[in-house]
């Protein structure tokens, strides 16, 4: 079985700075895709970014970028220029591609970004 | 596309009683899937759906639990004989699963359960 951790309940940052989000999971497969999604509060999940295994090259969509380390099975979202609007819970996923696309998440971060 | 939609987006109803959710999925997509979400805790698979075949149940899905999407299309969720640990958030989601097509998982807003 999969599992997909986040040790970071909570995260604190101020508008304009960045803040770095870990998130670790254990698999034994070898084809899969990890995800961060962003719940804002009491509103709908949302995909921020996506990364494949099989690609070295970390994953960036615009102020969000990945660091994925495959060897240490570890993929942490980088928010840069935190924007108030970025205040919600992140929870990063696991997905193995040929299990019906079926997501495994972690318990989430909550982030509050300070004016 | 107007995403996917989730009715009712709130239920309170007493234990004992049954419940029923609704979901439509983004029209072109053929999997849907449902998701329970405890408060501050992360979505935990239910079952999802391949066009009208159910492909696999979550061991969280007890046999109070029943999902159906009889024309590959919407799909609904019932809960029988509710009890207090059926208060939840039930995620809804949809994607499009082809061979060299496959998009991410898109959710709709859910509907929260409350059991008194």
């Known amino acids: 079985a999969q599992t997909v951790t986040q040790s970071q309940p909570e995260m604190s940052v101020q508008e304009a700075e960045t803040v770095t989000l870990s998130c670790t999971y254990d698999?034994?497969?070898?084809?899969?895709?990890l995800f961060w999604y962003k719940q804002p509060p009491s509103r709908q999940m949302i995909l921020v970014i996506r990364?494949?295994?099989?690609?070295?090259q970390n994953a960036t969509e615009n102020r969000f970028s990945v660091n994925f380390q495959k060897a240490a099975k570890s993929f942490s979202l980088k928010i840069s220029d935190s924007q108030l609007g970025d205040t919600a819970m992140y929870f990063c996923?696991?997905?193995?591609?040929?299990?019906?696309?079926?997501?495994?998440f972690g318990g989430g971060t909550r982030v509050l970004v300070k004016p | 596309d107007t995403g996917v939609s989730q009715d009712p987006r709130h239920k309170i109803t007493k234990r004992g009683q049954n419940v029923t959710f609704r979901c439509d999925p983004i029209s072109e997509h053929n999997r849907l899937y449902w998701y329970r979400q405890t408060l501050g805790q992360g979505p935990e698979f239910l079952t999802y759906?391949?066009?009208?075949?159910?492909?696999?149940k979550s061991r969280l899905l007890s046999d109070r639990f029943s999902a159906e999407r009889p024309k590959g299309s919407f799909s609904t969720l019932e809960i029988q004989r509710t009890e207090q640990g059926d208060s939840a958030m039930y995620l809804c989601a949809s994607s499009l699963g082809d061979r060299g097509r496959d998009t991410p998982l898109h959710f709709g807003n859910g509907t929260r359960l409350t059991v008194t």
């Open positions: 759906f391949q066009n009208e075949a159910q492909l696999e």
């Open positions: 698999t034994s497969e070898n084809n899969y895709y």
């Open positions: 990364q494949e295994a099989y690609k070295q």
């Open positions: 996923a696991f997905m193995i591609k040929a299990a019906g696309n079926k997501l495994t």
